[in-house]
């Protein structure tokens, strides 16, 4: 089996608070939009993808700031035709509205 499919299948049983807190919403409410989390893509796993709109959206911690490798990470999907979306953490956990807004805002 693929390394990166076994890694997102562990992350899937583990997501951070932030994480679940998002999915809970993306899951339950009616978005109009089939989300799924810890999606592979090329080499990376995706906290949330929706194929459909070609829509990412991660969840970062603090040790995502000013993080080269995420630069690097963002570029390659672009150019595969996505559009990424970041929000820290407390940005979920503290601002859950807001944070759905900018997607539905991408969705409409």
Do not use: P
């Amino acid at each position: 089996m693929n390394q990166k499919i076994i890694i997102a299948r562990k992350l899937r049983s583990n997501l951070t608070r932030a994480e679940k807190a998002l999915w809970y919403i993306l899951r339950a409410e009616n978005l109009g939009f089939k989300f799924r989390r810890q999606a592979v893509i090329g080499k990376y796993v995706i906290d949330f993808v929706c194929y459909e709109r070609k829509l990412i959206v991660e969840v970062d911690g603090g040790q995502h700031a000013d993080s080269k490798s995420d630069k690097i990470r963002d570029e390659w999907l672009q150019l595969q035709g996505f559009k990424v979306l970041r929000f820290w953490n407390n940005e979920v956990l503290e601002n859950r509205d807001a944070v759905v807004e900018k997607i539905i805002e991408y969705l409409k």
